[in-house]
T-cell receptor
């Protein structure tokens, strides 16, 4: 299996632009997670899905952030408009089973720089 | 408020010696507890978790952690450290409901010297 795939691996954009991060989970996994890592705030869980349905989006920082999972093979995290403080590494992870049963497998991350 | 504390920013051990990376937590209900590791060129990986049952949890790469409810701790341990264990380690706690919040510690950098 190719593991969790994220694209792009690096993104540099200007403040105010729309940014879309993409994730392909491991085939057969029913949970998908989006995390953010910054020096200032550390690791944060942004949102997670079960069977393509968002379960908990309490970690999404503000309305500029949105996440979708249109099917079991694909999820997006969108930032519109982007701001310099959104600069971070964004990780996607997937698991078979939830917090109590599954093991999360992480993608390589997308390093976002907003100028 | 829910919180996780990793009191040591850095832990240094000699190869072959036992290692401990400390974690304490605060949560209103019963916790789910996790350890993750971040290697410099290999990204983030799940190590182990405590959900319920046996307080001693065994995970990947020979790591284990002990859930201590009275001390609200979940320290990560390994009997014999390897140079390849050098990485950044994160402890996390989650309220044990699907609507629960996840909180991560600030991370501890483990350096194992040959």
């Amino acid at each position: 299996d190719a593991g969790v795939i994220q694209s792009p691996r690096h993104e540099v954009t200007e403040m105010g632009q729309e940014v879309t991060l993409r994730c392909k989970p491991i085939s057969g996994h029913d949970y998908l997670f989006w995390y953010r890592q910054t020096m200032m705030r550390g690791l944060e869980l942004l949102i997670y899905f079960n069977n393509n349905v968002p379960i908990d989006d309490s970690g999404m920082p503000e309305d500029r952030f949105s996440a979708k999972m249109p099917n079991a093979s694909f999820s997006t995290l969108k930032i519109q408009p982007s701001e310099p403080r959104d600069s971070a590494v964004y990780f996607c992870a997937s698991s078979l089973g939830g917090w109590d049963q599954g093991t999360q497998y992480f993608g390589p991350g997308t390093r976002l720089l907003v100028l | 408020a829910q919180s996780v504390a990793q009191p040591e920013d850095q832990v240094n051990v000699a190869e072959g010696n036992p290692l401990t990376v400390k974690c304490t937590y605060s949560v209103s209900g019963n916790p789910y507890l996790f350890w993750y590791v971040q290697y410099p060129n290999r990204g983030l990986q799940f190590l182990l978790k405590y959900i319920t049952g046996d307080n001693l949890v065994k995970g990947s790469y020979g790591f284990e952690a002990e859930f201590n409810k009275s001390q609200t701790s979940f320290h990560l341990k390994k009997p014999s450290a390897l140079v390849s264990d050098s990485a950044l380690y994160f402890c996390a706690v989650r309220d044990n409901t699907n609507a629960g919040k996840s909180t991560f510690g600030d991370g501890t950098t483990l350096t194992v010297k040959p």
